[in-house]
C-alpha cells in the first residue's frame, strides 16, 4: 500500500519495547529486559523482513527509542518513522510527566524528536496526549501545519481512542493517521468508523493485546515488578496483578484454532484478524528481539484471516457495541 505517497507494507515495529525503562514518579511505565544491542538488530531484521515503519515517541523510554532508531535508520532513509509529542521527559533520570501540553511546546517538542532521530524530517508526527480537549488540540496542529511548511515533518495525525476526537479534525489537511487501540479483544466500531468515512490511516496499537495474544502467558505467569504490564494503570485490562487477564484467556482460548489456520502463529492469526477489518489498517505490534520481529513479519506471508474464519471468530468473541470510548 501507499502510506504519504511513499509504498510500504502494511505492517510497522512498535517501538515502546525498546526504549527500555521510565518511570512517572516511582511508576514504571516501561518494559524490562531490554537490550540496545539486540535492539538495533531487531529493527535491522525487521527491515530485512520487509517491515519499513517504525513507530516511537519521545516519551518511550524518555527519549531513548528515538535515539536507538536514529542510529539503527541512520544509513536507511527510506524506512519511515513515526513519532510521537506531547508528553514530557527527562532524559537522564528516564523521567516522564504528562504536564498540560501547549502550543508554544510543539516546536521545541519538533525539533527534540529530529535530534534524537538524526533525521532532518519526520514522516508522521502524532499529537501524543490521548483525551486532549478538542478545543486545546486544535491550536497544537495549528503549530504542525506551520513546522509542515517550514519542512519539518511530512503529515501529522493523532494517538487517541476517542472517535469523536479524531472525526473534530480529521478534515484538516495535513491531518493523515490516527493511531489507536484495537485486536482481537478491542474491535474499536467508533474509531473504525471515524477513520473509513474520513478516508485516514489507521495504526493499530496495542494489536497483540499488549503480548497476551502471542500465547506467551498464562495466569500464572507473573510481571518482573517494574514492567508496565505489571502496573495498576486503569487503561491496563490485559493483565490484572501482573497476571495475564482470566476472562481474556478464555476468549483467546475460544478461537486459538481459527487463529491459527493454514500454519499462522497466533502473532500471524491476531495480526491477520486486524487485515482482514479493512485494507488500511496498519497494525504496529511491539518487538524487542530478533526472534519477535521475524515471527511479526511472517504475518506478512499470510495476510489477512479469510472471511469464513473472520466470522467464525465474530460468533465467538462477545462485544460491547455500545460501550464508550476511552484511553487504553
Same mark, same amino acid.
Given at each position: 500500500?501507499?502510506?504519504?505517497? *511513499?509504498?510500504?507494507?502494511?505492517?510497522?515495529?512498535?517501538?515502546?519495547?525498546?526504549?527500555?525503562?521510565?518511570?512517572?514518579?516511582?511508576?514504571?511505565?516501561?518494559?524490562?529486559?531490554?537490550?540496545?544491542?539486540?535492539?538495533?538488530? *531487531?529493527?535491522?531484521?525487521?527491515?530485512?523482513?520487509?517491515?519499513?515503519?517504525?513507530?516511537?515517541?519521545?516519551?518511550?523510554?524518555?527519549?531513548?527509542?528515538?535515539?536507538?532508531?536514529?542510529?539503527?535508520?541512520?544509513?536507511?532513509?527510506?524506512?519511515?518513522?513515526?513519532?510521537?509529542?506531547?508528553?514530557?521527559?527527562?532524559?537522564?533520570?528516564?523521567?516522564?510527566?504528562?504536564?498540560?501540553?501547549?502550543?508554544?511546546?510543539?516546536?521545541?517538542?519538533?525539533?527534540?524528536?529530529?535530534?534524537?532521530?538524526?533525521?532532518?524530517?519526520?514522516?508522521?508526527?502524532?499529537?501524543?496526549?490521548?483525551?486532549?480537549?478538542?478545543?486545546?488540540?486544535?491550536?497544537?496542529?495549528?503549530?504542525?501545519?506551520?513546522?509542515?511548511?517550514?519542512?519539518?515533518?511530512?503529515?501529522?495525525?493523532?494517538?487517541?481512542?476517542?472517535?469523536?476526537?479524531?472525526?473534530?479534525?480529521?478534515?484538516?489537511?495535513?491531518?493523515?493517521?490516527?493511531?489507536?487501540?484495537?485486536?482481537?479483544?478491542?474491535?474499536?466500531?467508533?474509531?473504525?468508523?471515524?477513520?473509513?468515512?474520513?478516508?485516514?490511516?489507521?495504526?493499530?496499537?496495542?494489536?497483540?493485546?499488549?503480548?497476551?495474544?502471542?500465547?506467551?502467558?498464562?495466569?500464572?505467569?507473573?510481571?518482573?515488578?517494574?514492567?508496565v504490564r505489571a502496573s495498576d494503570e486503569d487503561w491496563m485490562e490485559y493483565y490484572?496483578?501482573?497476571?495475564?487477564?482470566?476472562?481474556?484467556?478464555?476468549?483467546?482460548?475460544?478461537?486459538?484454532?481459527?487463529?491459527?489456520?493454514?500454519?499462522?502463529?497466533?502473532?500471524?492469526?491476531?495480526?491477520?484478524?486486524?487485515?482482514?477489518?479493512?485494507?488500511?489498517?496498519?497494525?504496529?505490534?511491539?518487538?524487542?528481539?530478533?526472534?519477535?520481529?521475524?515471527?511479526?513479519?511472517?504475518?506478512?506471508?499470510?495476510?489477512?484471516?479469510?472471511?469464513?474464519?473472520?466470522?467464525?471468530?465474530?460468533?465467538?468473541?462477545?462485544?460491547?457495541?455500545?460501550?464508550?470510548?476511552?484511553?487504553?
Open positions: 500500500m501507499k502510506f504519504l505517497e *511513499t509504498e510500504i507494507s502494511p505492517l510497522g515495529m512498535g517501538c515502546w519495547p525498546i526504549g527500555g525503562k521510565m518511570y512517572c514518579g516511582e511508576q514504571s511505565l516501561g518494559y524490562t529486559r531490554s537490550d540496545d544491542d539486540v535492539s538495533i538488530r *531487531t529493527i535491522h531484521a525487521a527491515l530485512e523482513g520487509g517491515i519499513t515503519l517504525f513507530d516511537t515517541a519521545a516519551a518511550y523510554g524518555a527519549g531513548h527509542s528515538e535515539r536507538l532508531l536514529g542510529k539503527a535508520l541512520k544509513q536507511r532513509p527510506e524506512a519511515l518513522i513515526a513519532t510521537k509529542i506531547g508528553v514530557g521527559i527527562d532524559e537522564a533520570n528516564k523521567q516522564i510527566s504528562f504536564d498540560p501540553f501547549t502550543p508554544d511546546m510543539v516546536a521545541p517538542a519538533v525539533d527534540g524528536c529530529l535530534s534524537r532521530l538524526d533525521r532532518d524530517r519526520i514522516d508522521l508526527l502524532l499529537l501524543h496526549v490521548n483525551d486532549m480537549p478538542i478545543e486545546m488540540a486544535e491550536p497544537v496542529f495549528d503549530e504542525l501545519d506551520q513546522l509542515k511548511e517550514a519542512g519539518k515533518l511530512r503529515a501529522y495525525g493523532w494517538s487517541t481512542d476517542y472517535s469523536r476526537s479524531a472525526s473534530a479534525v480529521s478534515t484538516r489537511s495535513n491531518f493523515a493517521a490516527v493511531e489507536y487501540v484495537m485486536n482481537l479483544f478491542v474491535d474499536a466500531p467508533r474509531m473504525q468508523r471515524v477513520v473509513q468515512e474520513n478516508g485516514l490511516f489507521s495504526l493499530i496499537r496495542s494489536p497483540l493485546a499488549m503480548g497476551l495474544l502471542s500465547g506467551k502467558y498464562d495466569q500464572n505467569t507473573v510481571m518482573a515488578a517494574d514492567d490484572k496483578d501482573g497476571r495475564a487477564n482470566p476472562d481474556l484467556i478464555q476468549k483467546l482460548d475460544a478461537v486459538r484454532d481459527l487463529l491459527t489456520s493454514n500454519g499462522r502463529t497466533l502473532v500471524q492469526g491476531a495480526l491477520g484478524w486486524i487485515w482482514g477489518q479493512f485494507d488500511t489498517y496498519i497494525p504496529i505490534p511491539g518487538a524487542r528481539t530478533e526472534e519477535q520481529i521475524k515471527g511479526i513479519a511472517g504475518a506478512l506471508t499470510f495476510g489477512a484471516l479469510p472471511d469464513d474464519i473472520l466470522n467464525e471468530i465474530e460468533a465467538l468473541i462477545p462485544r460491547a457495541p455500545n460501550e464508550p470510548d476511552r484511553p487504553r
